[in-house]
T-cell receptor, first 115, second 114 residues
Framework: AQKVTQAQTEISVVEKEDVTLDCVYE???????LFWYKQPPSGELVFLIR??????QNEISGRYSWNFQKSTSSFNFTITASQVVDSAVYFC????????????FGIGTKLQVIP | KAGVTQTPRYLIKTRGQQVTLSCSPI?????VSWYQQTPGQGLQFLFE???????NKGNFPGRFSGRQFSNSRSEMNVSTLELGDSALYLC?????????????FGPGTRLTVL
């Protein structure tokens, strides 16, 4: 069975602070894929990043960066110099091998960036 | 390119009734997945369809069913509604429903059961 744990349910930061959203996963698959999605107040989830289990290289995209560590089964997401527009619910998700898509989502972390 | 559309956006029903929700995927996407989102449970996977076939199903009772049409549009049906079925129902499409495909989500249908 797959499981994704986002221990932080709500985080508040002041604008321009850095913030890290934690994600810990469990799976028995050797091949799997991890995702982060953003759900702004408007409601629609938006895909941010995908990482496969064989690629532990960290990734940076502008103010966003992701740290994938198989040894600790974690796929953390850091926002540098947060902005009010970053306020949203962020979901970490896991898709196992087996071809067909059956995605397990974490419960989400609600991030509030205070101006 | 048009995004994923879901209709209706809001729905109010009473216990015991049934409801049908509709989802139109992005053009060219053949996989449609459905999720139930509630504050306490987050997003929970309902089922996934590809080429009119249900390939995966989550842990929901048989009252929840779905189908997909030849144009990839999908419908979800909930029969004998219960208060606990109140939730945001999200539809997501992907190109081929492979494990590595990112999903594109619609705005959801907010179902309230009274």
């Amino acid at each position: 069975a797959q499981k994704v744990t986002q221990a932080q349910t709500e985080i508040s930061v002041v604008e321009k602070e850095d913030v890290t959203l934690d994600c810990v996963y469990e799976t028995r698959d050797t091949t799997y894929y991890l995702f982060w999605y953003k759900q702004p107040p408007s409601g629609e989830l938006v895909f941010l990043i995908r990482r496969n289990s064989f690629d532990e290289q960290n990734e940076i995209s502008g103010r966003y960066s992701w740290n994938f560590q198989k040894s600790t089964s974690s796929f953390n997401f850091t926002i540098t110099a947060s902005q009010v527009v970053d306020s949203a619910v962020y979901f970490c998700a896991l898709s196992g091998s087996g071809g067909y898509q059956k995605v397990t989502f974490g419960i989400g972390t609600k991030l509030q960036v205070i101006p | 390119k048009a995004g994923v559309t879901q209709t209706p956006r809001y729905l109010i029903k009473t216990r015991g009734q049934q409801v049908t929700l509709s989802c139109s995927p992005i053009s060219g996407h053949r996989s449609v997945s459905w999720y139930q989102q509630t504050p306490g449970q987050g997003l929970q996977f309902l089922f996934e369809y590809f080429s009119e076939t249900q390939r995966n199903k989550g842990n929901f009772p048989g009252r929840f069913s779905g189908r997909q049409f030849s144009n990839s549009r999908s419908e979800m049906n909930v029969s004998t509604l219960e208060l606990g079925d109140s939730a945001l129902y999200l539809c997501a499409s992907s190109l081929a429903g492979e494990s590595f495909n990112e999903q594109f989500f619609g705005p959801g249908t907010r179902l309230t059961v009274l």
